[in-house]
Each structure stands twice: as C-alpha cells, then as structure tokens.
C-alpha cells in the first residue's frame, strides 16, 4: 500500500473528491459512485432497481442546473428564481416512499 500526503496527493490529483485506484484517477462524484460500485465488494452506492437507478442518474444529471439556478439566483440575478429548483427537487424527493433515502429503500438487504 503506497500512502502519501493530502498535499502531494492534491498537487498530483488536482481535486477533490478524487480516487486513484489501480493507476487510474477518478475525480467527478458520480464517477466515482459508480467506480467504487463496480470495483469493491460491499453494498452498492446505488439502487438496484432499474427504475430507481434511471430516477438516481436523472437527478444526478439535474444537479448542474439546479447548482446554478439556486447559485445565480442567490446572487441576484432577477432572470433566475430559486423556487422552481427547489419545487423539482421537493418533488423528486416525494417520488419514492418505500424507506428513509432519497430513492426509497436503496440498499441491498
């Protein structure tokens, strides 16, 4: 196991979050969810009905939008309300209501 410090890491990463696993280099969130579900043993990070996992991978691609709608409506820009973002998350997070996460129930049993 090679162990080196937060900054040598940050200076050959360049960001965080990041994963260097095997020579590879992962840094962008959902890219690592998926990494770390495909090469580690353990419960998955995402649902694993197809359903849910297609709900998971529309909100995880909503969240540039909804990152910038909120950030230039906090900023004052009168073009871009905030309320609308919200109202798409609050509603997306009613969708499912079989357990305590966002998608429901999400993890293996």
């Known amino acids: 196991m090679l162990v080196i410090c937060a900054e040598e ?5 360049g960001m965080v979050p990041a994963l260097e696993h095997n020579g590879k280099v992962i840094g962008e969130s959902l890219d690592l969810i998926k990494y770390v579900d495909s090469n ?4 998955s990070l995402l649902p694993d009905d197809p ?4 709900f998971a991978d529309e ?14 409506s906090f900023k004052g820009d009168p073009a871009k309300q905030a309320g ?23 993890t293996r049993q």
């Open 51 to 54: 359903e849910k996992r297609k």
């Open 59 to 72: 909100l995880f691609s909503h969240i540039d939008t909804f990152t910038n709608d909120v950030y230039t």
């Open 84 to 106: 609308p973002a919200f109202d798409y998350l609050e509603k997306a997070l009613d969708k499912f209501d079989d357990g305590p996460f966002f998608l429901g129930q999400t």
């Open 9 to 13: 890491f940050l200076n050959k990463i």
């Open 40 to 43: 580690f043993e353990g419960p």
